[in-house]
């Protein structure tokens, strides 16, 4: 996998756009049964499986699910997103582990071994089957893939099991690398097993590096965290809250889009640690009606109905608690305007047609936004102001290495920017700056 030279999956929970028709997740298994062999077996049994049944080759997952939990829904560039902490956390889970903690990026299994007390830095650590071994780059400081230990053999090597990798690079989307990669098997060479070095067979192109071995738990100490996942992340660009509903361990929300007359259901589970039983419903009025049950780990939806002038029933259910409304919001809904709630711009907007958010850099009180346009190769900078209250000193940057750059400094009231340069085989340096508070990238997202 090549993910500098795309977009850098596993610093975060990045922005998501998710389609339809989750999958519901398996349970996992009583964690009396929780052995890393077992989960070494599992990530083994799905070598040169694909993200799931939205990939260019459809699979599905040896246990019969369609994706690797959001494997193929919880990307914001079109549905799918990077999947290799996706990959982990589904071996981990159906393999009987506590999974408490851990999400989309590769980071939060880093995170994961410190609240548990089962994080590995020593040289000297021997990792064992069913561990997880988080990587760097020396290229900058973030952890970028997470794969699995699937045997430690008596040559001294070590065989892992890696999900989303040697996805089609240059594509310009996240959902473009994830369609295209598989969970592939990876054998370190002895001698390049412990933390720190620097495996001649693991990306050697950006410099993956060993940060860490973690070892899965059956009982967490650490916290569970908070829902990765907002309602406008789950139903999608355009979306704005109008109303919401408390389920006790969850909430449910209603959403409309003014600009198509959409509206949008979607549960999200307040603290989530396993798949749970949940749903989300939505009727017109004297129409059509969908809902999505099944077991969810973060939310259940999205369902969407269109219902510019017309009245809607909505509700959800978590775990045994349910709710529904009665018809209401007849057409009249206002969605809260974006970014935060009152800049009326967006950064597609003010880049135009064709460009997709691919990356951020929150400054505060606004946000710098990288986009990018695959038709033309063309990248955009923008920095947004998050509540725009009158003109404000901001600027908007943007570099290609070893070429041109531009930037827009003054003082606006909405935005910096647009600055646009070609870049369709070149790492961008990209930032920003609002009110004093200024920020620049390294060498990234390189073509």
Not at 8 to 28: E, F, Q, S, Y
Not at 140 to 151: M, R
Request: proline share 4%.
């Amino acid at each position: 996998m090549n993910v500098i030279r795309l977009l850098r999956r596993a610093t975060g929970a990045a922005v998501v756009v998710l389609v339809m028709g989750l999958a519901t997740l398996l349970p996992a298994a009583g964690a009396s049964a929780a052995t890393g062999t077992g989960a070494a077996q599992l990530a083994s049994a799905n070598i040169g499986k694909s993200a799931g049944t939205c990939a260019n080759n459809p699979t599905y997952n040896s246990l019969g699910g369609s994706q690797f939990e959001h494997s193929c829904a919880g990307g914001y560039s079109g549905g799918p997103e990077y999947w290799c902490a996706d990959f982990a956390m589904w071996v981990w889970q159906n393999s009987g582990f506590y999974t408490g903690g851990l999400d989309a990026g590769a980071a939060s299994f880093q995170t994961y071994g410190l609240n548990n007390g089962s994080q590995h830095t020593a040289a000297d650590y021997r990792p064992q089957v069913g561990d997880a071994v988080e990587y760097g780059s020396t290229l900058d400081s973030a952890i970028h893939h997470v794969g699995i230990v699937t045997a430690v053999n008596a040559d001294g090597s070590v065989t892992t099991a890696n999900g989303d990798w040697g996805g089609t690079t240059g594509t310009g989307t996240m959902a473009g690398f994830a369609v295209t990669s598989s969970v592939v098997q990876i054998t370190i060479p002895a001698g390049q097993t412990s933390v720190g070095s620097e495996p001649s067979t693991v990306d050697t192109a950006d410099g993956y590096y060993i940060v860490g071995y973690t070892t899965p738990v059956t009982s967490g100490s650490g916290s569970t965290g908070a829902n990765p996942y907002s309602p406008t992340q789950v139903c999608g660009s355009g979306y704005g809250v109008i109303d919401s509903h408390d389920l006790g361990s969850a909430v449910v929300y209603l959403l409309y889009d003014g600009t198509t007359g959409y509206n949008c259901v979607t549960t999200l589970a307040k603290t989530p640690s396993g798949a749970v039983a949940m749903n989300a419903t939505l009727a017109v009025q004297g129409g059509s009606s969908a809902t999505n049950p099944g077991n969810f780990t973060y939310y259940a939806g999205p369902v969407t109905a269109y219902a510019p002038n017309s009245c809607v029933q909505w509700g959800g259910s978590y775990a045994g608690s349910s709710w529904t409304s009665s018809w209401d919001h007849c057409g009249t809904g206002t969605p809260t305007p974006g970014p935060g709630s009152g800049n009326k711009y967006t950064a597609a907007q003010v880049c135009g047609s064709g460009y997709a958010v691919i990356d951020s850099h929150g400054l505060g009180n606004a946000t710098v936004d990288l986009l990018y346009n695959a038709s033309t190769g063309d990248n955009c900078v923008v920095t947004l102001a998050a509540e725009p209250s009158g003109p404000v000193a901001m600027n908007a940057t943007l570099a290609v290495q070893g070429g041109s750059s531009a930037s827009n400094p003054g003082n606006f009231t909405y935005y910096a920017g647009p600055v646009i340069e070609h870049a369709a085989a070149t790492c961008v340096q990209w930032g920003g700056s609002y009110a004093g508070t200024s920020w620049t990238s390294g060498w990234s997202h390189c073509g």
